[in-house]
Structures are given as structure tokens and as C-alpha cells.
């Protein structure tokens, strides 16, 4: 019955949010794609929901409490550069070196609220396992870090980001089951709900954007549930796609300056050069989301968590 309820809240709150909400737009890059420039006015900052909604039904211990503070302060970090974007009527949000400071600043909350539960610093990727006491901090930064960005960075097609990380909630409900994790199996329970009220509004062509708020959010979340179910191997053959995604502007990037204007790619993130090449974005989400649904598969079959 709660989570009857919490579907039919969300569904409520979206409708709501939209009605209410349209000067909270997004504003398109000018060097985007020009089918992306039409989408300047959009409603933003959807994250919000399914950021703050699922929160009220969790089944609270130390663990799920813990998760909660870090995923929220990520949230509000993408709220405030959402925010700031709809202010000043562009693209730009927090300076990436404040922004960048106040990710080290929660991973490092982060650390110190693992540490005083006392969970193992063991690094365990499958039969390999390295004691990690005293840089187990710098691995959660470089997780958190890795997984907000990427988890950006990929939210840039309808429905993209939203329905893979539904997928990813549908994996993580299985293995926190396995696993005996039950508070954290019922938190992905109570987010795949919402997310996917939030992705019935967001499918091509989207009535409202997730914006930083929930890609960050999103991206803090499961790379904290891998961290907290010591499933960070199988996480990483899971998030395959977001690393790829982030890989492909790095390569871009590098291989534009060192050639002087020369590219990889004919636009990065990847999906962004598929839609160059002429895929829609029902075709783009379509593609990730079967190659996400093998990654799945992957990690469960040979019980890779």
C-alpha cells in the first residue's frame, strides 16, 4: 500500500510541478546540436522528486541514514548549479573548481560516515581483495567523483539517463537481496517507482529535465549502494556505458587540441554523435538501454557482486 501511494504521489507532484514550475527552464548549450536547441525552456531541476520523495518511505539504519546525507548533499549541490543556470539565462552553473571542491568535501563526509560504521576498507574486485584502510578515502572521492560526472554527462537524450538508472535499481534490488541488504533492497524499490513516474515525463520529447540535481544525485547513489554492498567490480561492468560516455569527451577533447581542431567524433558525449549521424533519440535510448540490460545480465549470471 506505501508504495501505491508513493507511485501515486509522484505521479501528482510531477503533474504539479510542471503546471507550477515553467520558469525553472533549461538553457541549451549554443554549440549543441541545433534538434537540441529547441528544447530551450524545457522545465528542469525534475530531480528534485525523486531526490526528496523516495527519501519519505526508506527503511531507515545506519546504512540507508548514511546513504541518504551524501546522495541529498549531492542533490543540493545540483540544485544550486541548476539554479544558477536558470538565473543567468545560460548553460554555466557553479565554477568547476568550486564545484569540483565540494565534491571532495562530501566524499570526505562520506569516508567519515563509513568509517563510523565500522564497514570493512576492503577494495574486492572479484577474487582479487586489497586492504585499503588508509586510501579508502581517495577511492570513495574517485568513485563519487567518477560516477556524478559520468551519470552528467549522460543526461543528455531524453529518457537516457532516467531509464538506464531505473536498470541500474532493478540490478542493485537483486543483488542487496542476495546479499541479505534488505533497508537498501527497499530504497532502490521505493527509487525505481519515482523514476520511472519522472521517466514517463521525461521520454522523448520531455515534458521536464532531471537536471544537476538529479544526475548528481543519481550518480552519487549507486556508486554509494556499490560501495556499501561491496559491489564495486560489478558496478563498474554495470556503469560500462556512463564510463564510455565520459571517455568519449576526454578522447575528444585531447585528440581536438592535440590535432588543432581535428575530432574523433563527429559531437561528444557518444550519444550526441549518434544522434549526428542521424539516430533518433528514441533510437539512441533504445541502444543504450539493451546494451545496459547485457551488462546486467553479465554481472548476475557470473555473479560478479
Same mark, same amino acid.
Given at each position: ?120 576498507? &576492503? #577494495?574486492? =574486485? ?11 578515502? $581517495? !577511492? /570513495?572521492?574517485?568513485?563519487? @567523483? ?45 527509487? &525505481? #517507482?519515482? =523514476? ?11 515534458? $521536464? !529535465? /532531471?537536471?544537476?540535481?538529479? @544526475? ?90
Amino acid at each position: 500500500m506505501n508504495l501505491l501511494f508513493l507511485a501515486l504521489l509522484s505521479v501528482f507532484l510531477y503533474s504539479f510541478y510542471i503546471r507550477i514550475f515553467k520558469k525553472a527552464s533549461q538553457y541549451e548549450r549554443e554549440e549543441g546540436l541545433e534538434s537540441h536547441k529547441a528544447k530551450t525552456g524545457t522545465i528542469t531541476m525534475g530531480g528534485i522528486i525523486f531526490a526528496i520523495v523516495p527519501s519519505l518511505f526508506f527503511i531507515y539504519d545506519s546504512k540507508v541514514f548514511s546513504i541518504m546525507i551524501i546522495i541529498m548533499l549531492y542533490a543540493i549541490l545540483g540544485f544550486v548549479d541548476d539554479l544558477l543556470i536558470i538565473i543567468k539565462k545560460n548553460n554555466n552553473g557553479i565554477n568547476p573548481n568550486l564545484k569540483f571542491l565540494f565534491q571532495v568535501l562530501i566524499a570526505g563526509l562520506s569516508f567519515f560516515l563509513y568509517l563510523n560504521l565500522e564497514l570493512p576498507t &576492503i #577494495i574486492r =574486485l572479484g577474487s582479487l581483495k586489497i586492504e585499503a584502510e588508509w586510501v579508502y578515502g $581517495l !577511492f /570513495m572521492l574517485l568513485m563519487l @567523483s567518477a560516477s556524478t560526472n559520468a551519470f552528467n554527462i549522460t543526461d543528455g537524450v531524453d529518457g537516457l539517463c532516467a531509464g538506464m538508472s531505473m536498470l541500474l535499481s532493478g540490478a542493485f534490488i537483486y543483488i542487496a537481496f542476495q546479499k541479505a541488504e534488505y533497508t537498501i533492497m527497499y530504497m532502490h524499490i521505493c527509487q &525505481i #517507482i519515482v =523514476l520511472f513516474i519522472f521517466w514517463c515525463f521525461n521520454y522523448p520529447k520531455a515534458f $521536464l !529535465f /532531471m537536471g544537476d540535481t538529479g @544526475s548528481l544525485y543519481l550518480g552519487a547513489l549507486y556508486s554509494l549502494t556499490a560501495l556499501y554492498l561491496n559491489s564495486v567490480l560489478g558496478f563498474i561492468i554495470m556503469a560500462f556505458l556512463f564510463i564510455f560516455e565520459t571517455l568519449s569527451v576526454i578522447i575528444q577533447v585531447t585528440y581536438y587540441k592535440k590535432t588543432k581542431g581535428k575530432r574523433i567524433f563527429k559531437m561528444a558525449p557518444f550519444h550526441h554523435h549518434l544522434e549526428a549521424s542521424g539516430y533518433s533519440e528514441i533510437r539512441v535510448d533504445l541502444l543504450f538501454y539493451i546494451l545496459e540490460i547485457i551488462l546486467i545480465f553479465i554481472v548476475i549470471y557470473f555473479q560478479i557482486y
